[in-house]
């Protein structure tokens, strides 16, 4: 698959790893060809889509942009190497899957906002910390930032306790957004960039 494919593949292997109860739908010219979710329970899927448990698929995906790294194609899932997969996220038990790859879930009294990307770990606590903070949101609410050594990106994070969340939301979601928003832009760039390259060539 292309590199903006692959990149989608470890931001979604990422996520699903660290979020529990998160569900990825792999989808190709329309057709579902594979579905990450921890229960495998594949009933409403045609026989030949293959399902995978987060781990596994994280895994698939860590040796998949390993090769791609050491000049090798990415051949993952059959998908062809211009393919550019589309990768629906869904939350079907406590949570939502909101625009551009923001995952919020509940876990126990905790609610968790995260998303993905490949800048490296350092660059995202960079910016984090260069963002003006509300002087009300809570301490504990604090965007965060891990990076996945498998996947090669960066989860940005923010967990707070069920019983700070009225307060804290806005702040919250403001900062992960516009964090999430600059890194986007960048990526859409550097996409847009490698596309150009490859056509001219």
């Known amino acids: 698959m292309t590199p903006f494919g692959l990149l989608a593949m470890r931001k979604a292997a990422a996520l699903a790893f660290a979020v529990p109860g998160m569900e990825i739908d792999i989808v190709h010219h329309g057709r579902i060809v594979a579905r990450v979710q921890r229960c495998f329970d594949g009933s409403d899927l045609a026989l030949d889509t293959t399902v995978l448990s987060p781990c596994a698929f994280r895994a698939a995906v860590g040796r998949a942009h390993t090769h791609a ?11 062809a190497v211009d393919a550019d997969p589309t990768l629906d996220y869904h939350m079907p038990f406590t949570g939502a899957a909101r625009p551009l790859g923001l995952i919020v879930s509940r876990v126990g009294e905790i609610v968790v906002h995260v998303f993905a990307t490949q800048r490296p ?13 509300h002087p009300a949101m809570p301490d504990e609410a604090a965007v965060n930032a891990s990076w996945d050594p498998v996947s090669a990106v960066t989860l940005v994070y923010s967990e707070v306790r069920i019983a700070t969340l009225a307060t804290a939301r806005p702040f919250i979601e403001a900062t992960i957004d516009a964090v999430m928003m600059r890194f986007a832009i960048d990526e859409i760039t550097q996409a847009v960039a490698a596309q150009s390259s490859r056509s001219i060539g």
């Open 121 to 133: 770990v350092e660059a995202v606590r960079t910016v984090i910390a260069s963002m003006s903070v």
């Open 69 to 79: 790294s050491e000049g090798g194609t990415a051949v993952f899932l059959g998908l």
